[in-house]
């Protein structure tokens, strides 16, 4: 069992920046794959950024050259730094452990946090 925190949510006008904590029970230097998802109402879910334990990230095609996914492993902590925000940005935001990378076992999500891009 894997336990997650987000924090770092809020009401931003669009063009600012938030950066987003999700601090985990267990050492993430152990996780496969630490990743940021959202979803706005009426929509699916989907992937922002992820970024292995490799150190090797992937981002949306929507949040490229906007936000950075990055870790703190002293800190058992991952980040997402979203600049430029927009309204389309408005969802809530969660942060997902993958213990081995499979889609079936070790997947463990946060509470989620809002993010309201509004001027």
């Known amino acids: 069992q894997v336990q997650l925190v987000e924090s770092g949510g809020g009401l931003v006008q669009p063009g600012g920046s938030l950066r987003l904590s999700c601090v985990t029970s267990?050492?993430?230097?152990?996780?496969?794959?630490m990743a940021w998802y959202r979803q706005a109402p009426g929509k699916q879910r989907e992937m922002v950024a992820t970024?292995?334990?490799?150190?090797?990230?992937n981002y949306a095609d929507s949040v490229k050259d906007r936000f950075t996914i990055s870790r703190d492993n002293a800190k058992n902590t991952v980040y997402l730094q979203m600049n430029t925000l927009k309204p389309e940005d408005t969802a809530v935001y969660s942060c997902?452990?993958?213990?081995?990378?499979?889609?079936?076992?070790?997947?463990?999500w946060g509470q989620g946090t809002q993010v309201t891009v509004s001027s």
């Open positions: 997902k452990a993958d213990l081995y990378g499979l889609v079936t076992d070790g997947n463990y």
């Open positions: 267990r050492s993430i230097s152990t996780i496969n794959t």
């Open positions: 970024i292995k334990n490799t150190g090797s990230t």
